[in-house]
């Protein structure tokens, strides 16, 4: 299992009452919200930035304006810094291509810190604060080199990953959700159908294609309201193009295992 910082430690809130809220899905504000719907927000140092639906299932958000050019650089340098390693993927499947790993924590990296803890403000109830199981991983800082891509996957195979949040630090690349709010996500009868039926898919003319710029993050829900895992989370990192400057993202995983079924 992965190293997990607790989620009340890590945001230190104050908990009221839990009734307004979804327990395994998105805070009841964001629940609420409409596809293409905008919302503003604050970070803790008082900059303002945009959260906008993308989907309805997968629940997913684009949170425009999320990080500054000096949290992107200081996390692009720490990763830099810290070392980075070939990206291996679970199961030793060839669908993560050209792509390199640092693992960065918030007691090591004074910039994470505010980066984790505002996000977990916004993304989750307060069941998934108070879970004691619960906790967000090390952030994954990844560099795609040219040709880079990571095929239609699935982050919360037998894993209590209840949201992925994905920081662009440079502003190149995209990500792909192949059955975005299509009726196609009830017909599967297990994640491999989902898997096998995207690969016959066009990102580019098929589901729902986001292009985040620098300093965005896009943040989707891996497990619907009742805990069950979406069919619809299904994502891809799409292929970073010739003569593109290397994709620098950081994906950021909060675990809830009391709240998940897996």
């Not at 993927?89 to 390199?100: Q, S």
């Not at 995209?174 to 989902?194: E, K, Q």
Request: charged fraction near 20%; hydrophobic fraction near 40%.
């Amino acid at each position: 299992a992965p190293l997990l910082y607790p989620l009340l430690q890590l945001t230190s809130i104050q908990l009221t009452s839990a009734n307004e809220y979804v327990p395994a899905g998105a805070p009841s504000r964001l629940a609420a919200m409409a596809v293409n719907e905008e919302l503003t927000a604050q970070r803790s140092d008082g900059r303002e930035y945009v959260v906008k639906r993308l989907a309805g299932r997968p629940a997913a958000f684009l949170m425009q304006g999320y990080l500054s050019a000096a949290e992107c650089s200081q996390l692009i340098s720490g990763a830099l810094s810290s070392g980075m390693d070939a990206a291996e993927t679970t199961g030793n499947t060839d669908a993560r291509r050209r792509c390199d790993l640092a693992l960065l924590s918030p007691s090591q990296h004074q910039a994470l810190r505010g980066v984790q803890s505002d996000a977990a403000r916004l993304l989750l109830s307060e069941q998934a604060m108070a879970d004691p199981g619960g906790g967000c991983e090390p952030l994954h800082v990844l560099r795609y080199r040219e040709n880079g891509e990571y095929l239609a996957h699935y982050d919360a195979m037998n894993h209590p990953r209840l949201i992925t949040c994905l920081f662009y630090l440079n502003g190149v690349g995209a990500t792909w959700f192949p059955i975005a709010d299509s009726a196609a996500g009830d017909s599967f009868a297990d994640h491999g159908g989902a898997v096998a039926y995207a690969a016959a898919l066009d990102p580019t003319k098929d589901g729902l294609r986001v292009s985040p710029s620098k300093g965005d993050a896009i943040a989707f829900f891996n497990f619907d309201a009742e805990g069950q895992p979406d069919p619809w989370a299904l994502h891809a990192g799409c292929q970073v193009q010739q003569g593109e400057s290397a994709k620098w993202i950081g994906t950021l995983w909060f675990d809830v295992p009391g709240l998940c079924t897996t």
